[in-house]
Nanobody, 124 residues
């Protein structure tokens, strides 16, 4: 079993920054890819970014390109998402997830453990 707990969400102004963290416990996740997803009210969950087991391969979805940076610290069993230049459309519940595989994908079905989410609200 793997437990994932996200933190770092909150209220940010447009153009501001937030750093999300996802702490993993239970079984080690260092051999697996990890990902961030988000779900806005009334919308389907969407993939944001993923990272392979070593941190050497990153897969960013369009919303993340040029603004968000995913990273991981396997020694701390923690995943991060640095979000810069935030926009109101980034408002969503952000989830971290552990992949079944070593390389990241954008498919939710490829992830077998999920956190409860952390709310990000971007508003002036």
């Amino acid at each position: 079993q793997v437990q994932l707990v996200e933190s770092g969400g909150g209220l940010a102004q447009p153009g501001g920054s937030l750093r999300l963290s996802c702490a993993a416990s239970g079984r080690t996740v260092s051999s697996y890819a990890m990902g961030w997803f988000r779900q806005a009210p009334g919308k389907e969950r969407e993939f944001v970014a993923g990272i392979n087991w070593s941190g050497g391969s990153i897969y960013n979805a369009e919303p993340a390109k040029g603004r968000f940076t995913i990273s991981r610290d396997n020694a701390k069993n923690t995943l991060y998402l640095q979000m810069n230049s935030l926009k109101p459309e980034d408002t969503a519940l952000y989830y971290c997830a552990k992949s079944r595989y070593s390389l990241p994908t954008g498919r939710g079905d490829d992830y077998d453990y999920w956190g409860q989410g952390t709310q990000v609200t971007v508003s002036s």
